[in-house]
Each structure stands twice: as structure tokens, then as C-alpha cells.
């Protein structure tokens, strides 16, 4: 086992954070829906009962508090001063599976929020016509672990409203798509019973997007669903690039029928420039881009009947980064709040 709870660690960007929390990694209209297949040939004999009868959206943020204040007192700062945090998302190290409520879980469950569970369980180990993949000992263990964490933390109160493994998986070296489908293929059935099972992408990934997609795509049509959503990690950064439009995303999870989402979000992954007011409004609401904006994109799926997940802001506040918002007069605040109302 490796970095048990050091996702609340102080860093100057957030890469540096993830790397020391085991997650290495780090806008567009919603596409029209393409001929697939259906959701009850795909997944009927997998999928249990869907545990919830709608999919719920809540608008969160993940906040690290830095060496200076306790983790609860720097998300209840956030959500005093830009909008009540509904969700949080929580990194585990390498094969972690805790079973008692780090910080940032026991802030949530003090919030009444719900968490986003985020596991990285072994993916390599042993070779053969397979490729290389752990051994069935070692996926029945890590599996067990993980159902023992999320039961755990369940029972002492926290609302998991979904699971991921490798959130953003092109960040960690050594994992290829094979061997993060073959993850969720191997525990997507005993997770499910438990929670939602998502996958999260880099939205700096956008030319892997369908490779680290454990279901259906247009490429691979007659793939077997494991995953009840996407959601990508969707900066400032990768909206301003003009190619990594949101729609990438949104048409790989509406070809398979899945929810969407934006799990983490902010000016830069990696501690580059703060937005200006115009782009800042433009890559969060629909009066900067009425087309290409998280508000936008989320709002034209709500309207046409297509399930939304969670969208969550990320803030190091230990570090120098510049997604960090710590005082009333950010412009920002405005736009995330106009965000957080249409949802």
C-alpha cells in the first residue's frame, strides 16, 4: 500500500498533487445520437437494478486544504463563498482501499455531501495471450479490498454516489487501454451493487478518448458496457485549445447511453495562466459560449433528455496554482453560480 491519505497534501499545482495521491494526470455541443446498440441488448444480463431511479447531478468541488487550515474548514470556506458543495471527489493511492473516512470523506459526510470514490487498484503482473494483466488472485483480492472500502465508508456515512478507477487512466504510465477495460470488465458487476462505476478522462487525452472507454463505441460496436457514465477533467486550457470541444466526449457516452459529466474543472490542470473575465465566462456559461460552454453543453443535454452526472471545480489551496478562489471579488464566482443554478 502506498500514500493512504495524501490527496489532502499541500502542492504548488495540481499534477504534483496527483502524483502524490496516486493519480498521475493531469467544449462542445452535445453530439446528435448515432445508430448503436441498445442498452438492453448491450448490458441486461450485467447490470443489476439501477440503485436510484434517475441519475442526480449536483455541482461540488474538490478542494486540498493545504497545510494551514483543516479540510473541512477549507470546503465549507468554498462553499460559503461560491455555492454549497453537493459533491466531493476523493483520490486513493495505490491499492488503498481505506476503511474509515480520510478527511476530505469525513468533511463530506459532516456536509452532507456525497463523494466520488477514486481507486487504483494493480493492473499488471502477469503475461500470457491475455497481455499483461494481475492474476485472478490478484483482482478477487483487490476487488475485495474495494468493496470492503466502499462498504466501509458507507457504514460510517458517507453517500458514495459513484466509483472510478484511474481517474484520468493516459496519466499513468505503464496502463494501457487494454488493461484498464479489462479493470472494469473484472469489477464492474460487484462495484455496481454498490454504487455507480464511472470512468474519468483527461480532457487533454481527447485522441484516447474511445480507447479508455470500457463499452460501446462507433469503433467498437459490439463492446459490453462496464461503466454507468463518463466524465472528463475539463479545464480552461483544454476549452481554449479550439480542438478538445466537450462533444468528444458527450458522443462517446451517448452512442453507449451513458451519463456525462465534468469531475474536475478549472483554469489550467497544470498551474499555467489564470483565464481573463472573457474567457473564464465563455468556458463556463452560455452567455460567454452558447454553444461550447460546460453550462451550455450541460444545459442542451438536460433540455433533450440526456443524463447529466456531477460537475465539480478543483482547488489546491496549498499550492500557487490559479484555480484557487479565496476572495469575493473574483469574477469567477458569477459565472459558477449561473452554472450551478441551471443545473
Known amino acids: 500500500m502506498t500514500n493512504s491519505d495524501n490527496c489532502h497534501a499541500a502542492s504548488p499545482s495540481r499534477r504534483r498533487f496527483l502524483q502524490q495521491a496516486g493519480a498521475t494526470g493531469l467544449a462542445g455541443m452535445t453530439a446528435p445520437l448515432l445508430a448503436r446498440p441498445t442498452m438492453d441488448a448491450v448490458t441486461s444480463s450485467l447490470r443489476p437494478p439501477a440503485r436510484q431511479a434517475a441519475v442526480d447531478t449536483h455541482c461540488g468541488a474538490t478542494v486540498v486544504a493545504g497545510h494551514s487550515k483543516p ?18 471527489k476523493c483520490f486513493f493511492g495505490d491499492q488503498h482501499y481505506p476503511t474509515a473516512p480520510d478527511p476530505t470523506v469525513s468533511a463530506a459526510i459532516k456536509l452532507g455531501a456525497e463523494v466520488i470514490l477514486c481507486y487504483r487498484p494493480t493492473f499488471s503482473g502477469t503475461s500470457g495471450p491475455g497481455g499483461n494483466k494481475p492474476s ?11 468493496v470492503s472500502s466502499i462498504e466501509a465508508l458507507q457504514n460510517a456515512g458517507a453517500k458514495v454516489t459513484a466509483v472510478t478507477m484511474y481517474s484520468e487512466p493516459t496519466g499513468t504510465a505503464g496502463l494501457s487501454a487494454d488493461q484498464y477495460n479489462y479493470l472494469y470488465k473484472w469489477n464492474y458487476s460487484a462495484l455496481r451493487k454498490l454504487a455507480r462505476v464511472g470512468c474519468c478522462q483527461s480532457g487533454g487525452a481527447a485522441d484516447q478518448i474511445a480507447n479508455y472507454f470500457p463499452g460501446p463505441t462507433t469503433a467498437h ?28 466526449w458527450t458522443s462517446v457516452a451517448d452512442y453507449a447511453r451513458v451519463a456525462f459529466g465534468i469531475w ?32 451550455a453543453v450541460l444545459d442542451n443535454r438536460k433540455a433533450n433528455g440526456l443524463p447529466n452526472m456531477h460537475y465539480l471545480w478543483f482547488q489546491n489551496n496549498g499550492g500557487s496554482g490559479p484555480n484557487r478562489i479565496l476572495k469575493s471579488g473574483d469574477f469567477r464566482i458569477d459565472f459558477l453560480r449561473t452554472l450551478q443554478q441551471s443545473l
Open 264 to 295: 474536475e474543472s478549472g483554469d489550467s490542470a497544470t498551474g499555467g495562466p489564470p483565464l481573463k473575465k472573457a474567457e473564464a465566462k465563455a468556458y463556463i456559461t452560455s452567455a460567454g459560449d452558447p454553444v461550447n460552454s460546460m453550462q
Open 136 to 146: 485472478k488472485q490478484q483482482l478477487n483480492h483487490d476487488q475485495a479490498d474495494m
Open 221 to 248: 460496436p459490439s463492446a459490453t458496457l462496464y461503466t454507468d457514465g463518463l466524465a472528463v477533467d475539463y479545464y480552461g486550457g483544454n476549452y481554449l485549445s479550439g480542438n478538445k470541444p466537450l462533444s468528444l
Open 71 to 88: 479540510q473541512l474548514t477549507a470546503l465549507q470556506a468554498w462553499g460559503n463563498l461560491v455555492y454549497p458543495i453537493g459533491v466531493v
